[in-house]
């Protein structure tokens, strides 16, 4: 059986090609060693997965892309006549408003669930009569959508294989998944949605990964690109051992997001150690009261900034990220931040600002839909943005929470902040293009 996945991306988009997609090839690795007779494609384009005509086909999206999903998959249905099924964050947050044009949608995390649905496919004509019984979906009964049962996560989680890496897809600068999830619960991220908690492969698993990739590739970076890397110190210390005794930490540097209550000297040591010496947290505010909301009382000014000072001494280059319109936030909220930036920009690398947003299956979602700024059905083209937050606008349909300032004072904040950004990451920009050229070279479909 022939199956075909496509991200609802554009690559064409620099806001859309800098990251290559690997949940599907998660799907790919999973089906394939856990089926039989199965064949896995990853396309880039519906019109490649039309061509090919498989026999079932599978889109995965994100809540900024949903349009660009629901497109696709009438254009795949269209022109192979195949089921066609939807995954990711958006659907899992929003499963009663799965589409007509979908079989079912997989929710949370994916790979048993959409194995079986294969598996049913391959041995029942009448497959859809039983889809009742495959926990983890959603799917169309009669006249509504119907949510059957959550299914259990994947135990133990190093029976997930490695996602399949084609090497015309991967060059010097790889992404790698060391953990799902994240303990904490930030009113703005969506990361229980899909994955319900916080679980890490064991070390024994990354550094077999890790000698997988190096078989195949010369990487130069290797990014965790986990919601939160450095989340179980003791497996931190065992990786850091294993890489050294591979003798990586003179071939590669590592880099992935951490938290700032969470670094101290030891923990310095063993990332540096390990060559990792490029970290990304979010430090979100200069002010307390902004990260209450954002943070949930995990986080504060002081420990962002011990933070900052712990990894400055220990070399560690770091990226800090911020977000700005939060409900309550103020001018003096907004001088906090900006001269929490100048306090520190000789200590950092970059930064990145972000304008929050409300994704379906946070706090921050369910306060915009009590204020009748969103709807489970809407136009999410409003949840897309420009790839450098220097080229972004804020028009009056722009998706603005904050009662506490009136929109034009904020878009005074806003080009403040971008010019900002734009010193702050005038060297970063040059690199971040180059990759994601390369990245987007990659991912051109064949002729």
Known sequence: ?????????????????????????????????????????????????????????????????????????????????????????????LPHTLDPIFDAGILGEGEATFLELVQLIQNNDNWKDKLDGIAGICRHSEDKVEINPPRPLITPIETIPFPRREKHLWGGFVYCFSSRGCPYHCSFCSPTVMWKKYRVFPAEYVIAELDEIFSNFNPYYIHFFDDLFIGDKERIKKLKTLVRQRGYHKRV???????????DDEMC???????????????????DKVLQFLKCGSSTVEMNQQAIDICYKWGIQMNLSFIIGTPGETEDDLKKTIAFIEKNKKKFNGIEVFILLPYPGTPVWTLAKRKGLVKDSMNWDLFRTKAYFSELEVDDDFLYLNDALDRKTFRKYVKIFQDIDADLNKDNKAIYETIEKSVADKNKPAK
């Open 269 to 287: 040591e063993n990332l540096r150690f390990m060559n990792f010496n490029s970290g990304a947290f979010g430090a979100e505010s200069g002010s």
């Open 253 to 263: 540097v590592f880099g992935g997001h951490i938290r700032a209550d969470l670094m």
């Open 1 to 93: 059986m022939h199956i075909g996945l496509i991200p609802a991306v554009r690559f064409e988009e620099s806001s859309q090609r800098a990251i290559p997609v690997i949940g599907l090839f998660y799907l790919a690795s999973y089906c394939e060693k856990y089926g039989k007779d199965i064949k896995v494609t990853i396309y880039r384009t519906p019109e490649e997965i039309i061509a090919a005509k498989p026999d079932i086909a599978g889109i995965s999206t994100v809540t900024e892309n949903m349009n660009i999903a629901l497109d696709w998959a009438k254009k795949i249905k269209e022109g192979t006549g195949s089921p066609v099924f939807i995954g990711g964050d958006h659907i899992s947050a």
